[in-house]
């Protein structure tokens, strides 16, 4: 499972916490403020529609380089991804649906920076982990 965010939505020191190499840490204000003044772009919020448009980006990414999708939630702030194992470097893998997403928002004209640097990985390493993964993912509120 792949999760990245929208560009300022979700800074280091955020109330929600916030994953950093890996674990999961909890509030910090004075973090959560120095993160606001140094960003260059405004925050990214997708519209319903700006929602679609990057899903069915991603569908097509999939199916053009020939990974499983078993999740997808493209939320006005975030995505989650659970993908099926591919022989490619999962940073690669991130890419590729980034890039896809955001060339699709270009084409509607929203422009600069969509993406957060980064994303959040968790591996499956047995059915029922996946399979709670896959239930986390099409619970959220998505297209």
């Given amino acids: 499972m792949v999760t990245w965010t929208t560009y300022g939505t979700w800074l280091q020191g955020d109330k929600r916490g916030y994953v950093k190499n890996g674990k999961i840490l909890p509030q910090n204000d004075n973090l959560l403020r120095a993160n606001k003044a140094n960003q260059k772009y405004d925050t990214i919020k997708l519209s319903p529609r700006q ?70 990985k968790r591996f499956c390493y047995d059915e029922i982990i996946l399979n709670r993964r896959i239930k986390y993912v099409k619970n959220h509120d998505s297209v």
């Fill in 51 to 120: 929602k679609k448009v990057v899903h069915d980006a991603i569908i097509k990414e999939s199916s053009i380089i020939g990974q499983k999708i078993f999740a997808l939630a493209v939320c006005s702030n975030h995505v989650h991804l659970v993908l099926d194992y591919f022989p490619k470097p999962i940073s690669d893998i991130v890419a590729y649906y980034k890039k896809a997403g955001r060339l699709a928002l270009k084409e509607m004209g929203l422009t600069g920076k969509i993406w957060a640097k980064g994303y959040d």
